[in-house]
Structure formats: structure tokens, C-alpha cells
């Protein structure tokens, strides 16, 4: 059916022909039809906070001792 100043269009997302006018631009900037839109997540809007990360009775890193063969002896068990 002919629409005057309404033009043919592709939705971005299932690739079926609609009138512009029943598009809807999504928050990616894709132009998507009714049944495709999904309004952004509130999720992705949220800032976090930096926590302040404390060691209690911190120690520091041991050095790895590595033995070579023979350095143990069955007396030594």
C-alpha cells in the first residue's frame, strides 16, 4: 500500500521490509521494528565504585626452593 513521503525500509535486525515510519531507532543506533526493539539494560548505566582493598598482617612472597635429585635422603624423612 503506497504511503505518500513514507519511504520502504529494512529492519537491521530480521531484515524485513517495513515503512520507515514504523521503525524505531534503538539505543545501538539501529533502525529495528517493533517486534525486534529492546530498550537498553539500566544495568549498563551504572558506575561502581572503587573499593579500598586492605591486607590484614600482610606477609611477603616466599621465595620457591626447588631440589634436585638426591638433595632428600630416606634418613632425612
Known amino acids: 500500500m503506497y504511503r505518500p513521503g513514507n519511504a520502504w525500509a529494512i529492519c537491521d535486525s530480521c531484515g524485513y521490509r517495513f515503512y520507515l515510519s514504523e521503525l ?5 543506533g539501529f533502525m529495528v521494528c517493533k517486534k525486534d526493539y529492546e530498550p537498553r539494560h539500566p544495568q549498563d548505566s551504572v558506575k ?18 626447588f631440589l634436585e635429585p ?5 634418613e632425612d624423612l
Open 48 to 65: 561502581s565504585s572503587n573499593d579500598k582493598i586492605v591486607i590484614d598482617n600482610a606477609r611477603p612472597q616466599v621465595t620457591d626452593i
Open 70 to 74: 638426591g638433595d632428600v635422603t630416606p
Open 24 to 28: 524505531k531507532k534503538d539505543w545501538r
